[in-house]
């Protein structure tokens, strides 16, 4: 995902940065699951695999979960295979989608309105969660249609921004980094008359 300076700002601000100014500057960040010890901006990628690691577990996870969904089947005019317990397989998955691919969100946001800063990590956490507890609800009251496959589908969508987000922030600050390391440790000042 892109975002103008000002929204990675809050970005960062969700993640627990705080004022980037230099790409030394982070402090160890304490107890935040996805997130410890940025000794830079190029830690980046300490979130970007764990971003990688989640979406494809979540990807893969939510094939059966688009397979066996009621509302894919009438639309795509298919039928999945029937067995016993097949019915239980898309809310079963995307229970597990939602813990271990919403979990990043979830902390997120926790951080966001611990901060009273809510952000973008909130909104994903309310849409996924809402859909979550709506769908649950559906398997044990006449509300309609579940929201399964739309809930894995989003938290596949937002696990995949942000992930190349983190690749995106590592690539810029390796190249940063490369160019400071171009500078020269001492300048020499040269006066009007060519002195040193």
């Given at each position: 995902?892109?975002?103008?300076?000002?929204?990675?700002?809050?970005h960062?601000?969700?993640?627990?940065?705080?004022g980037?100014?230099?790409?030394?500057?982070?402090?160890?960040?304490?107890?935040?699951?996805?997130?410890e010890?940025?000794g830079g901006h190029g830690?980046?990628?300490?979130h970007?695999?764990?971003?990688?690691?989640?979406?494809?577990v979540?990807?893969?996870?939510?094939?059966?979960?688009?397979v066996?969904?009621p509302a894919l089947q009438g639309?795509?005019?298919?039928t999945?295979?029937?067995?016993p317990?097949?019915?239980?397989?898309?809310?079963v998955?995307?229970?597990?989608?939602?813990v271990?691919?919403?979990?990043?969100?979830?902390q997120?946001?926790?951080?966001?309105?611990?901060?009273r800063?809510?952000?973008?990590?909130?909104?994903i956490s309310l849409?996924i969660?809402?859909?979550?507890?709506?769908?649950?609800?559906?398997?044990?009251?006449?509300?309609?249609?579940?929201f399964?496959?739309e809930?894995?589908?989003?938290?596949?969508?937002?696990?995949?921004?942000?992930?190349?987000?983190m690749?995106s922030v590592?690539?810029?600050?390796?190249a940063?980094?490369a160019?400071?390391?171009?500078m020269p440790?001492?300048a020499?000042?040269i006066d009007?008359?060519g002195n040193t």
């Open positions: 995902m892109t975002h103008a300076h000002g929204e990675h700002d809050q960062s601000a969700a993640h627990g940065h705080s980037h100014q230099g790409p030394d500057s982070h402090s160890d960040h304490q107890g935040k699951s996805g997130h010890g940025h830690s980046h990628a300490g970007e695999i764990m971003f990688r690691n989640r979406f494809w979540s990807l893969l996870l939510s094939i059966p979960v688009l066996f969904s639309w795509l005019n298919y999945a295979p029937t067995f317990g097949s019915s239980w397989i898309t809310p998955l995307a229970v597990i989608v939602f271990y691919g919403g979990l990043p969100f979830l997120m946001a926790g951080w966001e309105l611990r901060d800063q809510p952000g973008m990590m909130t909104l849409a969660s809402v859909a979550f507890i709506y769908s649950i609800a559906t398997l044990f009251v006449e509300l309609g249609e579940s399964f496959w809930l894995v589908t989003l938290i596949d969508v937002m696990l995949l921004g942000h992930w190349l987000e690749r590592r690539q810029a600050s390796g940063l980094d160019l400071a390391k171009l440790d001492e020499e000042l009007e008359g």
